[in-house]
C-alpha cells in the first residue's frame, strides 16, 4: 500500500513539477514560450517528483519517532511527536498538505526572483489568503510548539501547536474570541492598504504629493481588487473567529500575527537598508513574499527563516562581487531556501530558541527593533567606507 502512494505522490510531483515551470513562464517579468522538457525543465520536475514522496514518508510514515540531530542528546535518544489525542494521521497528512502547497509556492517564486528579479503579486496575494483559510480549515497545519518531559525512554511533548503566545500559556484557558476580532481586522487592512500602488512624492509638496497619491489609487486597476479583498475578510475574519471553534480561531489569529511579523521585519529592513545605502536593498516583493510565508509557519519561524537567510545571501554576494558580477542577487530564494530548512527541521530548531520566544512577544520587538537600528549603523558605515575606497581608487567622488 504504501508504495502504491509513493508512485502516486511521486507523479503528482511531476505534475506540481511541470506546473510551476509553466506558472514562471506566464507570470515572470517577460511571457515565454519555452519547452517543459528542456534540461532545467527536466530537473525541476524530478526534483519535485523525488521530493513529495520524500516528504510524505517524514512528514506522515515516519511522524510518531523523529530522530532529533539538534537536542543535544545521544544518538539512542528519539523525539516522540505525537500525543494519544492530539497528533493523528490525519492531522499529519493535513499538514503534509499544506505544506505541498507552500513549498510549491516558494518554488515558483524563487525561481522567478532568480530569473527576473521580481516575486509577482499574483503568486504572493493568492497565497496568503489560501494560507489563511487553511489555517483556518486545518488549524493542526500549524508547527508544533512542545514542552518536554524526559522518561526512561522518550521526550514526551506535552502541548502540541504553534500559536502567536508560544511558548507562553494564555491567561484564560478560553480567550473571549471577540477581542480578537479587532486585531485581526487592524492587520487585514493593513496589509490590503500596502499592497495598493501607492506612490508619495514629497519633494512636489505635501498637497500635491497627496493630490498624485489618491489619483492614483483612483486610476490603479488593482485598487478595486484590494478593496474587495478589505471588504471579504470584514465578513470572513470576524466569522472565522466566532463561528469556529477555538482552536481554528487561535490558529487564524495566529496566521494573520505571522502575516503581519514577517511582512513588518522586511518591510522594516528594507526601509532602513534604503536610507542608509540610497539604493533599492530588497524590493516590495520580499515584504509581501514573506507576509505570504508567516500566514502558514506563525511569527516565530518567519522571524528565524529571516535571520537565516541573509547567511547564505552574504556568501553568494561576496562570490558574485569577487567574480565581478556586482553584488546585487536576488533575495527571494534565500528567503525560500531558509523557510523550507525552518519548516523541515522546527522541533530541533524550537528547542534551541525556545528561550528567546518565552522572553514574550514585546520583548523579542525591543530586540529586533535594536537588531534594525545597528543593520543601520552598519549599513551606513559599509556605505562611507564604499565611498572612500572608490574616491581613492579613481580619483573623484562618484557613488558606487
Known amino acids: 500500500m504504501q508504495i502504491i502512494l509513493m508512485s502516486i505522490w511521486t507523479l503528482f510531483g511531476g505534475v506540481i513539477g511541470a506546473f510551476v515551470l509553466r506558472f514562471v513562464d506566464r507570470h515572470g517579468w ?3 514560450e519555452r519547452s517543459l522538457l528542456r534540461p532545467f525543465g527536466i530537473f525541476v520536475i524530478a526534483c519535485c517528483a523525488c521530493a513529495l514522496p520524500l516528504l510524505y514518508w517524514y512528514e506522515v510514515i515516519l511522524p510518531t519517532y523523529t530522530l532529533n540531530f539538534f537536542t543535544g542528546f545521544t544518538p539512542e535518544t528519539w523525539l516522540l511527536l505525537q500525543t494519544e489525542n492530539e497528533y493523528t494521521d490525519s492531522h499529519n497528512f493535513f499538514r503534509y498538505v499544506v505544506h505541498i502547497f507552500l513549498f510549491t509556492c516558494l518554488l515558483a517564486a524563487a525561481l522567478i526572483d532568480c530569473e527576473d528579479r521580481i516575486i509577482p503579486d499574483e503568486l504572493t496575494v493568492f497565497g496568503t489568503i489560501v494560507g489563511l483559510s487553511l ?3 486545518f488549524p493542526f497545519a500549524l508547527l508544533p510548539a512542545h514542552e518536554y518531559t524526559v522518561t526512561s525512554q522518550y521526550l514526551l511533548p506535552v502541548r502540541s501547536l504553534l500559536f502567536w503566545f508560544s511558548p507562553h ?6 480567550v473571549e474570541r471577540v477581542s480578537l476580532v479587532l486585531p485581526s481586522l487592524l492587520i487585514w487592512y493593513a496589509w490590503c492598504f500596502a499592497m495598493l500602488d501607492r ?3 514629497q519633494r512636489l509638496g505635501t498637497r500635491r ?3 498624485l ?10 485598487t478595486k481588487w484590494y478593496l474587495f479583498f478589505a471588504l471579504l475578510g470584514s465578513v470572513g ?6 463561528l469556529g471553534n477555538q482552536l481554528q480561531a487561535y490558529s487564524l489569529f495566529t496566521s494573520l500575527v505571522g502575516m503581519a511579523f514577517g511582512g513588518g521585519i522586511v518591510w522594516a529592513v528594507r526601509l532602513v537598508a534604503r536610507a542608509t545605502l540610497r539604493v533599492e536593498a530588497m524590493g516590495f516583493g520580499d515584504v509581501t513574499f514573506m507576509a505570504m510565508i508567516g500566514t502558514f509557519v506563525g511569527w516565530q519561524p518567519a522571524l528565524l527563516a529571516f535571520a537565516l537567510a541573509p547567511f547564505a545571501g552574504v556568501v553568494v554576494g561576496l562570490i558574485t562581487w569577487f567574480l565581478g558580477y556586482g553584488a546585487a542577487i536576488p533575495f527571494g530564494p534565500f528567503l525560500a531556501a531558509a523557510t ?3 519548516v523541515l527541521l522546527w522541533c530541533g530548531i524550537w528547542l534551541q530558541t525556545e528561550w528567546f520566544f518565552s522572553l514574550g512577544l514585546p520583548l523579542v520587538l525591543l530586540v529586533l527593533l535594536v537588531c534594525v537600528v545597528l543593520i543601520g549603523i552598519m549599513l551606513a558605515i559599509w556605505y562611507q567606507i564604499k565611498i572612500r575606497l572608490y574616491r581613492l581608487h579613481n580619483g573623484r567622488g562618484k557613488r558606487l
Open 30 to 32: 517577460i511571457v515565454r
Open 135 to 137: 489555517m483556518w480549515f
Open 169 to 174: 500559556d494564555i491567561a484564560e484557558p478560553f
Open 199 to 201: 506612490r508619495w512624492y
Open 209 to 211: 504629493a497627496a493630490i
Open 213 to 222: 497619491f489618491w489619483r492614483r489609487l483612483y486610476q490603479s486597476s488593482t
Open 237 to 242: 475574519i470576524p466569522c472565522g473567529l466566532l
Open 340 to 342: 523550507v530548512v525552518v
